[in-house]
């Protein structure tokens, strides 16, 4: 069937791809990815899952983070009295960051990537990244 190694086509359907697939490509169909927790597939699943029970993620403000180094992108959502915090390392090497706020965060897992504090300094690897929340106090 589509999706499996075994689809003579490497293709979503049994039709004739009007493009050429790439043997990399073909070499990863669903049911490939489907049992490697590693996979794109598999992560992008996890991510989504985790991501539909966040609602600053799905409704927040957002407020885009500026004294952040390159490559990293950092930005928060803001919902419900809490903030979401998201950093991204869009390049290739592991980057540090020191947070003076760090003690206000709370790193959250289940997403799938790897970015964690260690102290006072945020660690991502390439190509990754760190989620945490901060739970505001009540309004004055």
Sequence with gaps: SPG??????????FATPWLPVPLAQAQRPVSVQSAD????????????????????????????VADVPAPLLCLEREVEGHTLRALFNLGPEPMSLAMADAAAFQSLDGHGFGG?????TLVVPGFDAWFARRDLGPAA
């Design 116 to 120: 964690q504090m260690q102290g006072a």
């Design 4 to 13: 499996t190694a075994e689809a003579h086509l490497a293709a979503p359907s």
């Design 37 to 64: 927790g590693a996979s794109v597939l598999s992560r992008v699943q996890r991510f989504i899952a985790w991501r539909k029970g966040q609602p600053a993620l799905q409704r927040g403000s957002i407020r885009f």
